[in-house]
């Protein structure tokens, strides 16, 4: 049974930090891409971030490019969303998700599997 578990979420203020983690079991998750999307009330799930098989490659949409980072370590079955320079619009429950897809765009919501998500609030 595949899970991905979301962790690192919470309450920050403006211009903070905070570290997401995607915990993967159940499949070689090597053979997987990722990606983090996210959801803010009355609103559309949206890309935020994706990364290749390997991590060789990444994809951000352009309202977090230089602020968020995302990584993986396959020996770990983990990877991590550094956010950086947090801002109020970035509130939203995100969600980690895997696909074994060859040729889908990183960015394209079509997902095999997905997380329950983490809660991020930013706010002062």
């Known amino acids: 049974q595949v899970q991905l578990v979301e962790s690192g979420g919470g309450l920050v203020q403006p211009g903070g930090s905070l570290r997401l983690s995607c915990a993967a079991s159940?499949?070689?998750?090597?053979?997987?891409?990722l990606a983090w999307f996210r959801q803010a009330p009355g609103k559309e799930r949206e890309f935020v971030a994706g990364i290749t098989r390997g991590g060789q490659s990444t994809d951000y949409a352009d309202s977090v490019k230089g602020r968020f980072t995302f990584s993986r370590d396959n020996t770990k079955n983990t990877a991590v969303l550094q956010m950086n320079g947090l801002k109020p619009e970035d509130t939203a429950v995100y969600y980690c998700?895997?696909?074994?897809?060859?040729?889908?765009?990183?960015?394209?919501?079509?997902?095999?599997?997905w997380g329950q998500g983490t809660q991020v609030t930013v706010s002062s």
């Open positions: 159940g499949l070689t998750f090597s053979n997987y891409q």
């Open positions: 998700a895997a696909s074994s897809q060859y040729y889908l765009p990183l960015n394209n919501p079509r997902y095999n599997y």
